[in-house]
């Protein structure tokens, strides 16, 4: 990774990203309570993308743990999860945000959002999808209780701490660094802010 | 309920039911051991569809419990839990099978699958969805274990048990009698059976 520079997911923004098969991604959590919500979609064709309910029974787990492959929906291997020293805790259960879930919680004014994020960063490379898949949150802790409830708690990812994702097909990927600010899913000041990556071999 | 006719669901088949707000269907697992995804598109919209992604964040929980409103991609409620008595183990994290899942698991011909069943039932009257929803996997036995992990073990429903579901919107249903029949989604026996429903209000 040496020499490698990092690149800025902008607090509340996403980018788009191309990776070829054999690539890798490390995802940093610059300040260690950013959520990053990451999609793949095959370059070969849109309407294939790295699916969690597809990727769950593939790794017969909820969430992915190192060496284990998430898949499309249709069940080829797009990531493979090969380092994390975040602490390991990312969500495969929740959608992305949206307006909806901000007019839920009591805003007015639109709010940013991570499905907006993700349209938009797939506009600016002029690609449109029909639907919004459900995305691999990185760094996001919502664990289930052994009574299978949900609760949206900080992060646990140290500072600088970060993922590496190889790609095993050629993908665009989208990462927002997720603008939530009314719950602690950005940790518990509520602020969100700046994450990185980059792209090696 | 009385008088009203119970319909069949066919073994390996799904039907299409359309549905007005305020009445209630109830889906029988006749013989105990047959899972039915399900899915529910607003009537209205049908690129508003029930979504286990944004119900799980809504109910705070991995599966709905008597009650609990299953919300949209909008997080519009579409579908209330209002009686169960199967037991209560319903999946909602697991993919609907697709000819990907049985080509992986060694079926050279093609074989019968819940995705395709599930746009064959929307072709019949007249639908297009431009992707494949999770399902809600009525009486699917596969809750994570307290470390994550997922198995899929036969149904615990007892024969003639049901669950009633209310519809909160005008929607379009589809009910899927799983094919699944090489791991025991559908009793140990590996054997897909019918399954019945009933509209009333």
Do not use: K
């Not at 009591?106 to 709010?111: D, W």
């Not at 938009?120 to 690609?127: D, F, G, N, R, W």
């Amino acid at each position: 990774m040496t020499g490698v520079d990092l690149q800025t997911i902008p607090a509340r923004r996403a980018v788009a990203v191309s990776v070829r098969a054999g690539q890798r991604i490390e995802v940093v959590n610059t300040y260690g309570r950013q959520v990053v919500d990451t999609w793949a979609f095959a370059a070969a064709d849109r309407t294939e993308w790295m699916s969690m309910e597809h990727s769950r029974l593939h790794i017969a787990r909820l969430s992915p743990q190192v060496g284990d492959t998430l898949v499309t929906n249709r069940r080829r291997g797009i990531l493979t999860l090969v380092a994390d020293s975040s602490g390991g805790v990312h969500d495969t259960l929740l959608a992305a945000c949206d307006r909806y879930r901000y007019e839920l919680l009591g805003c007015a004014e639109p709010h940013d959002n991570c499905t907006d994020n993700l349209h938009a960063a797939l506009a600016s490379v002029a690609i449109t999808v029909a639907a919004t898949p459900s995305p691999l949150n990185l760094f996001e802790n919502a664990r289930p209780a052994a009574d299978g409830s949900i609760e949206i708690a900080p992060p646990v990812s140290p500072p600088g701490s970060s993922v590496t994702l190889r790609a095993e097909l050629d993908a665009l990927l989208v990462l927002s660094a997720c603008p939530q600010d009314l719950v602690p899913t950005n940790g518990p000041d509520l602020t969100p802010t700046d994450a990185q990556f980059r792209i090696f071999c």
